[in-house]
């Protein structure tokens, strides 16, 4: 049994046929070809499938495609504008965020919503916001320097 659902996806009006189980991340990555966000745990728990659906933090890989039907969905491809990254993907460039690069999508997506939410959170807010994300490469540390540096610079 499939579904038609017409989501806006990074502002850009999509509709597409997804059998009714089909998840959010499977339907971006590969009925949209949008491979930015990444499969880690496939149960919701690791956070490198995060997108922001309405505005707010869902982990693609539970999420079903139809819940989508006629919402916006932001992926870490859709968070750059004019051709500029945000200032969280920069900051994670320039104080060394990421390393493998798994878990990063969702990383950024979370931080995006942590500062559209905090406009400078302290240390102790970005930690707790962030502890739906894992990496096994970064020991937070670099993470947590990358969101602070990124709520200093002026956002779009």
């Known amino acids: 049994m499939t579904s038609r659902i017409r989501i806006t996806v990074n502002g850009v009006a999509r509709e597409v046929e997804v059998p009714v189980y089909r998840t959010l991340l499977d339907c971006l ?3 949209l070809g ?7 745990c ?3 728990v690791c956070g490198a499938c995060t997108v922001l659906l309405d505005g707010k933090m869902v982990s693609s890989c539970i999420a079903l495609a139809v819940f989508a039907d006629g919402r916006e969905v932001t992926t870490v491809e859709g968070i750059a504008r004019d051709k500029r990254l945000h200032p ?3 900051a994670f460039m320039d104080f060394g965020g990421f390393q493998c690069g798994i878990c990063t999508p969702g990383q950024v997506v979370a931080a995006k919503a942590l500062l559209d939410a905090v406009e400078n959170p302290t240390e102790a807010e970005i930690r707790e916001w962030m502890l739906g994300n894992l990496c096994r490469c970064t ?14 610079q002026e956002r779009p």
């Open 139 to 152: 020991g937070y540390y670099k993470i947590v320097e990358s969101i602070k540096a990124a709520a200093k």
């Open 42 to 44: 496939g149960v919701g």
């Open 34 to 40: 949008l491979t930015g966000s990444k499969e880690g």
């Open 88 to 90: 969280v993907q920069q």
């Open 29 to 31: 990555r590969y009925d």
